[in-house]
């Protein structure tokens, strides 16, 4: 896709959004951070419904630790994995009050050294949180990346880099919040909604879905 089209796609997703948002419920930093580790491999409907339980009462590294891995586990074990989440969350606070007096870094190699966060969890805390021109590329953005041809690439990494490149600067910020959005309710895996997608003129997807 050419990058003249490339702007009129986001500029017709920032004129139907004009504020993305993550659908993650989170009220500091470093909830933002533990909710998006739990959310992998996990929609953030199942990851809001787990934090309700705790969140309002050991919301900060201290609390979860007051709650202790037992608790943990017991109140995400709905969500895939939560064994392994529950004990990289867990140590993960224990490592942000030891190294980083509690608070949740806006370094990614600092984030990325906290076990359970990779690269998609820190660009998505760089991003949101920080606001920081990082792109977390999920299934959602890949699909939309690659099926649209704003920005194509074999592997997760590739489509990051390019988006980096081709995204123009006025929209990067919340480029990650309209691409996973689109992908989550327009471009679809199985039956995107072609019809009523806003910027179809535009994609280059070649089977495109027919009205009914």
């Known amino acids: ?14 004129e139907a959004n004009p ?23 996990a929609t953030d409907r199942s990851v809001n419904l787990a934090t309700r339980r705790f969140f309002p009462e050991h919301g900060t590294p201290e609390g979860l630790l007051a709650l202790g891995i037992t608790g943990l586990t017991e109140a995400i074990r709905t969500i895939g994995l939560y064994k392994t989440k529950a004990r990289n969350v867990i140590r993960t606070c224990e490592l942000l009050l030891e190294r980083h007096g509690g608070q949740v870094p806006d370094r990614r190699e600092a984030l990325e050294a906290l076990p359970g966060v990779g690269r998609k969890t820190a660009n998505v805390v760089l991003n949101t949180a920080f606001r920081q021109p990082a792109m977390a ?76």
């Open 1 to 14: 896709m050419k990058r003249a089209a490339i702007e009129e796609c986001f500029r017709r997703l920032r």
């Open 19 to 41: 504020h993305p948002r993550t659908e993650l419920e989170y009220g500091s930093v470093f909830q933002l951070l533990v909710a998006v580790m739990l959310s992998a491999q």
């Open 137 to 212: 590329v999920d299934t959602h953005i890949f699909r939309v990346a690659n099926r649209t041809g704003i920005a194509p690439g074999k592997t997760v990494l590739a489509v990051e880099q390019a988006l980096l490149r081709r995204v123009p600067k006025d929209y990067l910020l919340d480029a990650h919040h309209w691409l996973i959005l689109h992908g989550r309710y327009v471009c679809v895996a199985r039956k995107p909604k072609c019809p009523r997608c806003p910027i179809a003129d535009l994609c280059e997807y070649p089977d495109k879905t027919r009205p009914e």
